[in-house]
């Protein structure tokens, strides 16, 4: 074979090796994990898998955290105003969560229907809101500050 | 009166960008001289237009003009000065301002910095620069106009500027991270240039290579100060989340370095020509791109602000606009530039292909994590997520996989080397790195496998440069002489790829031995971390200039003798009424301690803290600063200044080899 062309041929190979364990990489580093979002109606209608890493995002219900006395446990409800779903979490919350706010808390679905959270996002100024959230409040037909539309 | 100034100066930069876009290379493509020489005027008065909007923005912000929307919206009387500045660009509208100017900064530096470029080349350059600006300014003056008045209605008093940008890390983090994206335009103009002029030679390379240095210098830079403020503003103690917002500005740091790396061969021998024009197209666009990601609120991040998705499809636009009309002027003129130079399957050249092809695959494993979500969101299929752990699993193994053959790189010879005398030279630092690899971890106490990696990795690096080092000053008569004969270009290299096995090292030692608790503590309590004993001693409010806080002290002690006082503050801002954590921390080049406050907890006066215990942590942070300085080192190289002298006497630039 001509030198530059069996230059080219192995490059090429090298390329496709290359891309494909890349590819391979990939496809195992997205099986586990990525985590799809759900709004409280959707995880009320039984959608939200059991076990499995899952979001869900909306307002902190007005009254429900409640913390432990000995330990960093925290309970709260996150609704969207047609459903609402509780949620554990143990640790620091961030600086903007508050009841009336909205946030995200990722983790996994008992099967009894609580949130265990292994991370809760709020937001991060005041005039910002997850997204996600205002749209899972737009669905059930509020606006991002929790009022009837 | 000063805002419309500010307005009215905009405009008139705006104008001068097109003139900037359309005579000088109307006058490239007639062969009129006059309008060609008109370029570098144009682009002088374009910046000096922009300067003088963000001036009058500045004085807006500095003198509290709260008919001005956006000052009423970001800043606050009780903010101090040096914030007042911070917060022209620490907002969407005027970070748009501030990546205009120094884009404009840009184009002025090639205009006054290339008198020894041909006219013809030069003014091309200006030209693709000026028409990057058009975008930027008309993107800013018809979406994001900064110099929008609240009238009228005016407040008395404004709303504050976001808390967390009220640190001292953010009046430079955004302008060098500018700095590094906007000058990847160079780059881009460089590459366009030569397409459209057909001639795509070592000169052409040697031209763009310090500029594109320096651009990748200041976003390494800027990204390394983003990761610095992450971890000591935002309380959670990380310095790296994956962020869409860390990721846009990582993925052309990413194509960057390809793109430095590519250079060079095209430079040193005349190889990759097409690709090196690619890669410059790819790191530009990547930079618009993650503008495009942060600007226009399709993402949910910690840091981006949300908007209004009409600049979304604006900077769309301008996007497919600039990437699909550098790709077709590419496809139609790359065939013509290809190169035509044979070199072995065992040479430096082929290292720095594979160099390339990592960086590349990185580059968009990174990109197809990122835009995930929102393609599956575009086709209906659910607002998913891809966090840290996706792009841990992909990135490190590849840079996992990189090291090895960079250990290689620089001992290896262009055109054609041998695998006996690899073995010969790597023999030696193989056996440093592997006896440091087994002997370091030790120091820590438990002996870690993947800390030992990292090691083994680091000292291959570092072991090989050594002998590199010691082979290149050994040959000449004296020390001193070798040490002076190796260009700056080398040293450059050589501190970049120290950066690199320090950030090794750094990431992998604090990911491993890292201690993080959270924890519910009172005043007199003791907590033991890493045998440290945390001491928390008391709250007490205190007062700072636009807000109140509690404030805890904590006394750190080890085996008796006192480390440090640590004061971690929660804050709460007058202004916004905004909670916000202030971290403290005792730095240390091999430990960092870390405490933040979380809330008060229960009745008796106690607290959620959380101690952090962060070895090494700093490495990672110094590693990228050597990186950037080793970026600015290589523009100190003779060879780019000796190339001018060479072009002005008229002597074949194109031939000097270095």
Redesign the interface.
Known sequence: MHPVRKQRLILVLFIVLFSSAAIGLVAYALRGNINLFFPPAEVAAGKAPIGQPIRIGGMVKEGSVRRSDDSLEVYFVITDFSAEVPVTYEGILPDLFGEGQGAVASGKLAANGVLSATEVLAKHDENYMPPEVADALEKSGYDHEGVKQ | MIPELGHFAQIIGLAMAIALTLIPAWGAWRGNRAAMQLGPGLASGMTVLVLLSFVCLSISFVQDDFSVALVANNSNTLLPMVYKLCAVFGNHEGSMLLWSLILCLWTLAVAVFSPSLPLIFQVRVLSVMGSVAVGFLSFSLFTSNPFARLLPGIPAEG?DL???LQDPGMIIHPPLLYIGYAGFSVAFAFAIAALLGGRLDAAWARWSRPWTNVAWAFLSLGIMLGSWWAYYEL?WGGWWFWDPVENASFMPWLAGTALIHSLAVTEKRGLFKSWTVLLAIFAFSLSLLGTFLVRS??I?S??A??NDPERGVFILVFLAIVVGGSLTLYALRAPAVAS?V?FS?ISRESLL?LNN?VFL?AT??VL??TL?PLLMDALGG??????P???N??FV??MALLVPFMGIGPLSRWKKDTTSRWRQELLLPLSAAVICAVTLPLVHGEYNLWVALAVLLAGWLVFGLARDLWNRINTASDFKRGVRRLPASYWGMVVAHLGFAACIVGVVATSQYSIER???MKPGETEELAGYEFRFVEVAPVRGPNFVADEARFEVVRAGEFVANLAPQKRRYLA??????EAAIAPGLFRDLYV?M??P??NDGSW?V?LHYKPMVRWMWLGAILMAVGGFCTVADKRYRSQRRSVTAGVKGAEYAG
């Not at chain 2, 659910?382 to 966090?387: C, R």
């Not at chain 2, 916004?576 to 954590?581: A, L, V």
């Open positions: 709303s976001n808390p967390l309380g609120g399709v949910t910690v840091h602000f949300a035509r044979g399957w292909l092809v695959v968009l494993t197809f994590g995930f659910g607002k998913y997520s891809v966090g752990p996706y792009f699993a992909v193994p590849l959270d924890l519910k916004g009424g905004s909670i916000m954590t933040a979380g809330e907890i229960g959620a959380r």
